[in-house]
């Protein structure tokens, strides 16, 4: 019985690791996809950080693209519109302090974007180079 309940709790824990592991894959290729081609830049500030990243993209007809954090689900709304989840309810997103950091041009290298966020308690993060 022991042994079995040991199974079991790994097999569950598994699994955990595993949507979490793909929820966080997700919603760094939508931040990817948001960077990719965006001219403008809200927020964060250049230099400056927060919860939220709001962009325009170059030829995109639903400007502005936002990406934040609500009760420990990412959300992406674009033109305005009203938030979608990016994130499910089974894998808890946390970003402390901040989710988004702007790091300013410093020649030879372009600005960038860095993300990162606790998914499950997992450490992930990722640096975006603006190019134009």
Known sequence: VVAAFYVIDSEE?????????????????????????????????????????????????????????????????????PAE?????????EALPFFFEHIPAAPPKPAAITASFFADGKYFEMTKYLRK
């Open 85 to 93: 989840k990016l994130t499910s309810e089974w894998v808890k997103i």
């Open 13 to 81: 824990r598994e699994k955990s690791n595993i949507n979490a592991f793909a929820e966080a894959a997700f919603l760094m290729r939508k931040i990817d996809w948001a960077l990719n081609g965006a001219d403008v830049i809200y927020s964060p500030v250049s230099g400056g950080s927060g919860p939220e990243l709001s962009v325009d993209k170059n030829g995109f007809p639903s400007n502005p693209i936002v990406i934040d954090l609500l009760s420990g689900r990412a959300q992406l709304s674009r033109g305005g519109a």
